[in-house]
């Protein structure tokens, strides 16, 4: 069995409230997390969030639309 560990990420921005971005789960090996492998997931789970971001899905945000 491959023993796992899941982070929850969270990003603020100033003072505004901060927000769940999601979860990274690592692969631990013997008990530990790999510090390379841990940064090349977490650089992946950020990338990903950066292009959300700059392209966000359709109707993404459509609720707090100014009027």
Do not use: W
Not at 23 to 45: Q, V
Not at 47 to 53: L, P, S
């Amino acid at each position: 069995m491959t023993d796992e560990i899941t982070l929850p990420v969270f990003v603020r921005v100033g003072e505004a409230d901060e927000a769940h971005f999601g979860d990274l789960t690592i692969t631990l090996s013997e008990g530990r997390i790999e510090l390379p492998h841990y940064r090349r997931e977490m650089a992946s789970f950020l990338r990903a969030a950066a292009d959300e971001i700059e392209n966000p899905s359709p109707n993404e945000g459509d609720d707090d639309a100014a009027p």
